[in-house]
C-alpha cells in the first residue's frame, strides 16, 4: 500500500491535531465502528458513516447513509471529489485535505494520540468538549456554511487579537450576532465584520438562552450571501475612506449648507461632530458600514467634512 501524497488533518473536534494518510488505490471507511479504517468515537458519527476512495490521481468521497451527513465546503454531499484545500465536515470534527509532507506513516494510532492530548489539555485547563480551532484554517464564512447546512444549534464564538464576536445558530439558523458586545448594533452588521476575519479562534459552545428583541427572519444562506457582499463592496469602498483610526472633523466655517442634506446624511455627520473618529462613527451609525461608508464618503466629497 502506498500513500497518495494526500492526508486528512484534523483541524477542530476530539481529534484536533490528529493526521490520517490516505493510501493510494485504496478505500477508507469512516466511521463509529471498531473494525473500520478511521474511527472516530462520537455520537454524531453513524457506525459507516463515509467512504473515501483513492486512485488515479483522484480522491472522492462517498456518504453511506449517515444519519447526519456528510459536508464538504459547507455542502451536505452523497459523492463528491476532495482537492487540496477542501474542508470535510463528519459528526463535530471538521478534516481538512492537506498534501501529506512527512506524515506518510500517521493513521489511526496518531488519531488516538491527539484524542487523549486533547482529553488531557482540557482536563487540566478545565475546559468543555466544544468544537474549536483556527481562524487561519477555516474562515468565518466557511464555518458558518457547515454549521447551518449541518443544522448545528449554539453560540459560535470568534475572536482574534483585538476584536470578539458571537453568532447565534438555532438549528441551522443564524438568528443574531454581536459584535464586541456593542448595544443595539444590528445583527447583520455584527456578522458582516466578522466575515472578514483569517486569523484568530473559533469555538462553537453550547446554545444561549439570552432573549433578544430583534432576531434575524431571512434564511442563514440569504444571510451569508448578503454579509459577504456587503464586506466585499465596503472593501472595495475603503481606498476612498478614512482610515479606523483617522479624525474625521468638520469643517469651521462650514460653507455647504446643512438643509441639503438627507436625513441620513445629516445622522452621519452629527455622530462625526460628536465622536471625530471614523471608528466610532461607524460603531454608532443604525447604518451598514457599508452604507455609512458612502455616506461619509459623500460628505467628503461635498466639504461637509474633513481627515485630520
Known sequence: MTPSGYALRFISGKYEGGVYQLPDEQEIVIGRGGELDLVL??????????????????????????????????????????RDGDRVLIGTSILKVVPADGDINAGAADLQRAADENQRRRAEQGADTAMSGSLSDVAVPDLLQLFTTSRKTGVLSVTNTEDAGRVYIREGQIYYAEYNGIEDMDPLKALTRMMGWDEGEFRMGPPSDQVFDFEIGEPSDHVIIEAARQLDEFRRLADDLPELEDMVKVPRPLSPSLAELSAEELEVFQLALNHEFFQPILDGSPYSDLQTGTLVKGLLDRGYLRIG
Open 41 to 82: 468515537v462520537e455520537d454524531m458519527v453513524s457506525r459507516k458513516h463515509a467512504k473515501i476512495t483513492t486512485g488515479s490521481g483522484k480522491i472522492i468521497i462517498q456518504d453511506l447513509g449517515s444519519t447526519n451527513g456528510t459536508f464538504v465546503n459547507g455542502e451536505k454531499i452523497k459523492r463528491a471529489p476532495l
